[in-house]
């Protein structure tokens, strides 16, 4: 068994991917539910913004960029990329402001001018008593990033961040696998999930209801693995049966927490892994039949006296070297055709 393990983890490391233990191969080989973040794991984690709907007339849309700007400037957060780049294109400029503070899960704010800027979700704007003087459109599947001055959400910024162009591929390669849950937690997530064909999503969680998720999921009898690159999915990560950072841009905390880390920013390298874990699974019983069967008839002959000490100790070393030779084939595992 340890050396199957070894064998697959070294096979592993030679693709980018690093698995800490041999316990999460075996995991890894029985679940049958696998939880997808979104940014950045099945998408490219380069959203952009796409347009803009103003919800005031007291202001107009270079002021409004400036501000949101000034609340975004130090995040390191995609989305805030994304609005920053969009603000500059435009031609706006970010004011000098105060401490720019940045809630998890839900966005950024901080002052100008005496005003507090909030700039993110809407539970984010919910939560601080910030409103809209009018009906907010729908967002289409973007996702959308609410500019609050004050009490008064006076923008809305949509973005949009595109799959990945294999995202499909991996989906049907770990259903064909054998895993028959596939979810997606993030927001934008009933456009992802159509493109992805998973079974279904929950948009808009927050760190800790991405780990209830996983927990409710575990209590119901599943192997969860869960898949994911950021801050906000540490917590899950560390709750799943296998938790796995996917990509290059995954964060400190999420490849800490993860038990799995993809250094590749591939999704087909999920189901890899998957397939990777099977068939050392399958070679550590044929380990077992082999060295229980050999033994077997060892211990029958010897019993009968119809063995002599030099075969019988051949007999047990031969089952041996062919345990380690059997276990060495994951060497050479093949990689995933196409």
Not at 3 to 8: G, I, R, V, Y
Not at 183 to 209: I, S
Not at 294 to 310: H, Q
Request: net charge negative.
């Amino acid at each position: 068994t340890a050396t199957a393990f070894s064998a697959a983890i070294n096979t592993a490391v030679k693709r980018g991917v690093l698995i800490k233990g041999g316990a999460y191969i075996e995991q890894m080989s029985s679940a049958n539910t696998v939880l997808l973040d979104k940014t950045g794991t099945i998408t490219e984690g380069r959203p952009r913004v796409t347009g803009m709907t103003m919800l005031t007339d007291t202001m107009d849309e270079a002021e409004v960029l400036s501000l949101a700007m000034a609340a975004e400037e130090t995040s390191t957060h995609p989305l805030a990329s994304a609005i920053l780049t969009y603000g500059q294109a435009h031609g706006a400029k970010i004011p000098p402001h105060g401490e720019i503070v940045t809630e998890v899960s839900r966005g950024s704010r901080t002052e100008v001018d005496g005003k507090c800027i909030r700039v993110g979700n809407f539970k984010y704007m919910k939560e601080n008593g910030v409103r809209a003087d009018v009906a907010i459109p729908d967002a289409n599947g973007a996702i959308p990033n609410y500019v609050g001055v004050g009490d008064k959400i006076v923008a809305v910024l949509y973005a949009m961040d595109n799959p990945r162009a294999n995202v499909r591929r991996a989906i049907n390669a770990l259903r064909y696998d054998g895993v028959g849950d596939i979810e997606l937690l993030a927001a934008q997530a009933q456009a992802v999930a159509e493109m992805g064909g998973v079974d279904g999503y929950q948009a808009q969680l927050l760190p800790e209801q991405k780990a209830e998720a996983v927990l409710k999921l575990q209590t119901q009898g599943n192997g969860v693995v869960m898949v994911g690159d950021g801050i906000n999915d540490a917590p899950a990560l560390a709750y799943a049966d296998v938790g796995i950072s996917l990509g290059s841009k995954s964060t400190d905390i999420a490849m800490e927490t993860s038990d799995v880390v993809i250094n590749r920013d591939d999704p087909m390298m999920i189901p890899e892994l998957r397939r990777l874990a099977r068939a050392t699974m399958r070679i550590v019983q044929q380990n077992f039949a082999m060295v229980i069967g050999i033994n077997t008839v060892g211990l029958i002959l010897g019993a009968a006296s119809g063995i002599s000490v030099l075969a019988s100790a051949l007999m047990h070393n031969m089952s041996t070297i062919l345990v380690v030779a059997n276990s060495l084939r994951l060497m050479v595992f093949p990689p995933m055709e196409g």
